[in-house]
């Protein structure tokens, strides 16, 4: 993914935020934003969440004030990154 691409399709909007502040835990906001982006970058939201990648996942966390701590591999879900939230990566994407 470029970084033309990471920016066009991962980048909130005021109306994305909006949205995403009905959700109240931080895991549920990240996998709607990965679900949110994803639609119109793929044409369909994906199965597979955990396995976004790594740097539209960490520009949508910075974008929504969320931390996320070094990882080898996000697509691991043995090594999935920490977080100042409990467990942030278990539930990553949200159930429509």
Partial sequence: MG?????????LT???QAF??????????LGAA???????WLGF???DVPF???AAVGRLAR???????GGPALRDPATLPCCRFPCLWKP?????
Avoid: H, W
Avoid at 34 to 40: E, I, N, R, S
Avoid at 63 to 69: A, D, F
């Fill in 45 to 47: 939201v994906p199965d």
């Fill in 52 to 54: 976004a990648p790594p």
């Fill in 34 to 40: 990965v679900q949110l982006c994803a639609l119109p």
């Fill in 20 to 29: 995403l502040s009905k959700f109240r835990r931080a895991q549920n906001v």
């Fill in 14 to 16: 005021t109306a994305d």
């Fill in 63 to 69: 974008q929504l004030g969320l931390t996320l701590c």
């Fill in 3 to 11: 970084k033309e691409e990471l920016i066009r399709y991962f980048t």
């Fill in 92 to 96: 990553l994407f949200y159930r429509m």
